[in-house]
């Protein structure tokens, strides 16, 4: 049979139908599976035959069909589902490393897996080794010891939208015979393929466009067959941050239509992102769709669009953002990205609150800074309220 193009992955992948006849995946709302007699128990628990079920802290039919089509969409050749992205990034971490051993990541990476690395793992006796430019292939490779497991980058990164290259480092991973993590959830599939570029582990904050109606915490960590199988068996079985299969349901459901989102979404953003940048009460924008972003090329070769995030910084100061966050009446305030509704952040008053003046400098986040995630209103709505909300500074 001919292979399926994405859209028909998205509608189609991984589900055969069940008697009844349904339309939709159905929500199999069961724990544990009743084995026709001991043998069948037993071959579940080998993972012996496609199809069986045993417990649903590590397997379910409904999360089944949800890891079967994302691994689909990603060209990779299987998927765990987890309760949260940063249950996924934990999951990964913890199975490759053990005390002693070593990561190297680029630094602009989320907060949650920055807190992971730098506190949590540290807990365990696993250090990392930060990348302050992640195109700065040097950089990587002097970082790189006998004790590290494995690389790591987020790109486009959140919330400071770096590019990292991702071919020249799945070509250094290979050649340093390491494993290329690689955290896809700003683009998701629809936009870039990392398993093409070279990486061996993707991994998703589902809880963002796949989602993509801030609906579902959910997370998934894409590899080889051996490598989800050990994380099934080992992990999942003994940690447990499972995705429940109501999440996987409406995670299944947001997909139909992802790629047709991914693409409104990158499109809008780019019509904002320029509009802001004319605006004469904007100092600068930060989106990796602009010819003015420092990653613009390497977006291009990499990225079939630019996804939703931007940010961007005011000519005035803190004050100056609080009115402009209060002025605006579509954008929702949150602190949340990848949803159908336009979302606006103020890092500085919420996220990074923690941090003083010359610390907010210091990570690239000054007081005045705005974070958008372009929703998928009309676009002229979107411009016309961050337009409105301009005005009304002094
Ligand atoms: C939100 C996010 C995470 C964490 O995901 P949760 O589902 O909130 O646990 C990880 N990576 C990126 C890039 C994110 O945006």
Known sequence: MKEWKFDTIALHGAFQGVKPNTMTVPIYQSLAYPFADVQQGADAYAAAREGLFCYGRWDNP?????????????????????????????????????????????????????????????????????????????????????????????????????????????????DRKLPLVVDNTICTPALQKPFEMGADIIVHSASKYLSGNATSLSGVVVGGKDLIRDLRKGPMRYLGPALSPFNAWLLLLSMETLSLRMERHSQSALALAKFLESHPRIASVNYPGLESHPGYDLARKQMKGCSSLLSFVLKGGYDDAVKIIESLGLWVHATHLGASRTIVTHPASTTHVSLGPEELKKAGIPANLIRVSVGLEDPEDIVHDIDQALAKLK
């Open 62 to 174: 409904t999360v089944d069909v949800f890891e079967k089509r994302i691994a689909m969409l990603e060209g990779g050749e299987a998927a765990l589902a987890t309760s949260s992205g940063m249950a996924a990034i934990h999951l990964v971490t913890h199975h490759l490393c053990a005390a002693g051993d070593e990561i190297v990541s680029s630094n602009r990476v989320y907060g949650g897996t920055f807190v992971l690395y730098e506190a949590g793992l540290a807990k365990a006796g696993i250090k990392v080794r930060w990348i302050t430019e992640p195109t700065d292939l040097q950089a990587w490779e002097k970082a790189i010891t006998p004790r590290t497991r494995f690389l790591y980058v987020e790109s486009p990164s959140n919330p400071s939208l770096n590019i990292a290259d991702i071919r020249a480092l799945a070509k250094l991973a290979k």
